[in-house]
């Protein structure tokens, strides 16, 4: 059930000797945390109050209490803070104002890893109130046992769950399935939040144009939630991955879409293939998420695939895998993987899809919060020399079936120049820093959970583990496209070093002097030009990445560091 309200209402009285600022919170678009005696609110059009130093009094209506402001605001903004009082207890709270939703959740029992359990559940933000019923457990392994917990929602038009309905948050699919995100060991409770956007940017389903509204992973939005009249802080407020979310083919009496989680090691890395057990709806780290276990459990073509990729012959791979897996999908994730360092997201926290039968199957990430230097714990994990492979990866590897790994770098390469690029990636962390921090809602995280500072230091390593990380790609991927050039290319000139900073050399038996050169960076754009005066050229102007310098009719690849 949604209500639509009127969220805010200002009302000045005694114009002519006095003003008083009354404002008019509605309910649910306001949290209050008693034990803390904490109050996170909505406000509809802050900039209204950007001057309320003329007023001798402010009350604020939260609901059916009123509050007064212990000292008169200059304005009222996101980032401050208020100290107010309840007119009726004289308890002082300190109060802010959000830009993000808030999530009011309220439950009689004790929430279970399962079955949902009824409860309350509010959501407000600038265009709509939700109000209904829940069924809700908890969500996650280990994570279970940190004190911000992680919830499975599904939304109820009765109290026992008989009758499910949907709902939309914003941009956001409507679906009656939904998960709270806690984020509780993401040190700056961005990573995962940017990851999940940035797959959504970087990757489309080869399938798009039969299905528009297909989506190629989960997207998400920020929401502060309380719980039983608690702060629980700021949640990612997330899409479930599902049939539904990319649209593959129901089962009619024959399997078409398919749908596996991992959620352990085994075959899920392809590194083993054990026999199943169709009566069993996981195995060997997958765990069978459709068809439903109400039309049909078999492991047959999820295996065949497996024992495909495993033990088949060089050859049939090279012939044969990209009608089995789709290349496309492949090489994103293999770039997305080793662009976020993601260490749980090789097999586990990761699903496999097919479309239709007959198709290729495909990669959906899943659960990103450890990834961009840190690990699943929430450790810093300084670790931006290596690359993360499993099972399939390393096979596509070593024998680089149709040449994919020329493909791979240039499409490293072409990212490089818009959404994986230094400042892009960086602005991305740095925005959704300083907004969470401008806005207090670190302050807010803080207050209730004290195992992370939320500091400019954290965003500071972030930042310098991506600049490493990302030269250290540069290289690798740069590494693959020399192996192709040198394998194809007759040289006739040496040049040196091979990563360059400053100056690059040439050794040739024609000579060096009075050659014409040109320079292009690795869209084709042609950033140099001129004629050597000795053995040397000058690369110190260019920016990092990789150039191709073509002398008497050779090219050559470099790597500017």
Request: hydrophobic share 30%; with cysteine.
């Amino acid at each position: 059930m949604k209500i639509y309200l009127l969220l805010l209402s200002i009302i000045c009285t005694g114009m002519c000797n006095s003003q008083v600022l009354s404002i008019n919170i509605s309910e649910n678009n306001f949290g209050v945390d008693e034990s803390k005696s904490l109050i996170v609110s909505r406000i509809d059009d802050i900039n209204n109050y950007a001057n309320t130093s003329g007023y001798v009094e402010v009350v604020i209506t939260l609901g059916l209490d009123d509050y007064t402001f212990n000292s008169i605001p200059n304005s009222l903004e996101y980032s401050n803070s208020y100290l107010i009082t309840n007119t009726d207890t004289s308890n002082q709270y300190t109060l802010y104002f959000t830009p993000l939703p808030i999530v009011s959740i309220n439950s009689n029992t004790t929430i279970p890893d399962e079955p949902k359990v009824l409860a309350s559940f509010t959501y407000a933000d600038e265009e709509q109130i939700v109000v209904s019923n829940i069924g809700i457990e908890l969500r996650g392994g280990f994570s279970q046992s940190y004190p911000k917990k992680t919830y499975d929602l599904e939304f109820w038009d009765d109290e026992t769950g008989n009758e499910t309905n949907n709902e939309q948050f914003k941009e956001l699919r409507s679906d009656d399935d939904w998960i709270l995100d806690a984020l509780y060991n993401e040190p700056l409770r961005i990573r995962s939040h940017i990851a999940h956007k940035l797959w959504l940017d970087m990757h489309t389903p080869y399938y798009i144009d039969d299905e528009s509204k297909a989506k190629s992973g989960a997207d998400v939005n920020y929401v502060e939630m309380f719980l039983n009249g608690k702060y629980n802080g700021l949640y990612n407020l997330s899409e479930q991955i599902d049939r539904k979310q990319l649209k593959l083919k129901s089962y009619k009496d024959e399997i078409r879409g398919e749908l596996y989680k991992g959620i352990s090691w085994g075959a899920s890395t392809f590194t083993s293939v054990p026999n199943y057990d169709n009566d069993n709806r996981e195995w060997s780290g997958y765990e069978y998420k459709y068809p439903k276990e109400d039309e049909i459990t078999n492991w047959s073509n999820l295996y065949n695939l497996t024992n495909f990729v495993i033990n088949s012959s060089d050859i049939d791979f090279t012939n044969s895998i990209w009608t089995r897996f789709d290349e496309g999908n492949y090489i994103d994730y293999f770039l997305f993987l080793n662009l976020l360092r993601a260490t749980d997201n090789t097999g586990k926290n990761i699903y496999v899809a097919k479309y239709k039968a007959d198709e290729p199957y495909f990669y959906v990430p899943w659960d990103l919060d450890g990834c961009f230097g840190t690990i699943w714990n929430g450790t810093n994990k300084n670790i931006t020399d290596d690359i993360l492979k499993n099972g399939f990866i390393n096979r596509v590897i070593n024998i680089n079936p149709n040449n994919v790994s020329a493909t791979i770098a240039n499409k490293w390469f072409s990212y490089r120049n818009n959404i994986f690029s230094n400042e892009s990636l960086s602005n991305l962390f740095s925005e959704k820093y300083n907004f969470l921090n401008t806005n207090k809602i670190y302050e807010r995280e803080a207050l209730v959970y004290t195992n992370y500072t939320f500091d400019n230091e954290n965003l500071s390593y972030l930042l310098t583990w991506l600049e490493n990380r990302l030269e250290y790609l540069d290289t690798y991927f740069g590494n693959l496209l020399s192996n192709e050039e040198e394998s194809s290319i007759s040289k006739t000139h040496t040049i040196y070093p091979n990563p360059a900073t400053d100056l690059i050399y040439i050794k040739s038996t024609n000579g060096t002097v009075g050659k014409s050169y040109k320079i292009y960076n690795n869209i084709g754009q042609l950033v140099i030009e001129n004629v050597t005066h000795n053995n040397s050229i000058s690369v110190q102007n260019l920016k990092k990445g990789i150039y191709f310098i073509n002398i008497e009719n050779s090219t050559y690849k470099l790597l500017k560091k």
